[in-house]
T-cell receptor
Framework: KNQVEQSPQSLIILEGKNCTLQ??????????LRWYKQDTGRGPVSLTI?????NTKSNGRYTATLDADTKQSSLHITASQLSDSASYIC??????????FGAGTTVTVRA | GAGVSQSPSNKVTEKGKDVELRCDPI?????LYWYRQSLGQGLEFLIY????????KSGLPSDRFSAERTGGSVSTLTIQRTQQEDSAVYLC?????????FGSGTRLTVV
C-alpha cells in the first residue's frame, strides 16, 4: 500500500485562478516532506522541502503547508499560469535516503 | 555539469536483450539514487549509493537488475534479459545533504 496518497488525481483550472493539492501520508518516522514539479518528459524539480517543525514554506506562487500531527500537506498554487501545467508530486522522507513518492496530481492550466 | 545527466534519453530494445543505463551525478554529490516511474504510477525506489557502496538495494525488482557506481561518480543500471514489464522511465537523482536533484530520465521501451 502506498504510504503517500495525493488528491485529486488530476484537475483543470483556468489561467489566473488558484488551486490546492492535497497529500496525506502514513510514513513513520518522518524526516521531511517535499513537493516536486515534473514537466512532461523531464525529471522532477524541487519546489519546497519542510521538516516536521515547519508548517509552511513558500516558493514564489507555490505555498506548501504541513501538519505533522494529522500527517497532511497541501500545495497551493496562486494565480496559475500556463507554465504551471505539470504533475506535482508529494515526497515523504522516512530517513535521509528513503523516499516515498505519491502518484502525483496532474494540473492542466487553460487559457 | 550543472545537473544530473542521464543517457540515453530514450532506449527501445527487444525482449531478452540486455540494456545499460547511465547516470552522471552532480559533482560532489556523494549520494546517488535510481528510481523507476511506470506509466501512471509514482516513483519506485530501486537502489541507493553512498559513494561506491550500495547500503540499500532493496528496491531492485529481480536479479536481472544490477547497478554499480565507480569513482564515487558515474553509475550504471543494467537490466539483463529485458521483459516488457521493464518498460518505464528510469530516473537517477543525486544529493548532498537534503538537496536532491533528478535527471531527466531514460525512457526504456521493451518490444
Amino acid at each position: 500500500k502506498n504510504q503517500v496518497e495525493q488528491s485529486p488525481q488530476s484537475l483543470i483550472i483556468l489561467e489566473g485562478k488558484n488551486c490546492t493539492l492535497q497529500c496525506n501520508y502514513t510514513v513513520s518516522p518522518f524526516s521531511n516532506l517535499r513537493w516536486y514539479k515534473q514537466d512532461t518528459g523531464r525529471g522532477p524539480v524541487s519546489l519546497t522541502i519542510m521538516t516536521f517543525s515547519e508548517n509552511t514554506k513558500s516558493n514564489g506562487r507555490y505555498t506548501a503547508t504541513l501538519d505533522a500531527d494529522t500527517k497532511q500537506s497541501s500545495l497551493h498554487i496562486t494565480a496559475s499560469q500556463l507554465s504551471d501545467s505539470a504533475s506535482y508530486i508529494c515526497v515523504v522522507s522516512e530517513y535521509d535516503y528513503k523516499l516515498s513518492f505519491g502518484a502525483g496530481t496532474t494540473v492542466t492550466v487553460r487559457a | 555539469g550543472a545537473g544530473v545527466s542521464q543517457s540515453p534519453s530514450n532506449k527501445v530494445t527487444e525482449k531478452g536483450k540486455d540494456v545499460e543505463l547511465r547516470c552522471d551525478p552532480i559533482s560532489g554529490h556523494t549520494a546517488l539514487y535510481w528510481y523507476r516511474q511506470s506509466l501512471g504510477q509514482g516513483l519506485e525506489f530501486l537502489i541507493y549509493f553512498q559513494g561506491n557502496s550500495a547500503p540499500d538495494k532493496s528496491g531492485l525488482p529481480s536479479d536481472r537488475f544490477s547497478a554499480e557506481r565507480t569513482g564515487g561518480s558515474v553509475s550504471t543500471l543494467t537490466i539483463q534479459r529485458t521483459q516488457q514489464e521493464d518498460s518505464a522511465v528510469y530516473l537517477c537523482a543525486s544529493s548532498r545533504d537534503y538537496g536532491y536533484t533528478f535527471g531527466s530520465g531514460t525512457r526504456l521501451t521493451v518490444v
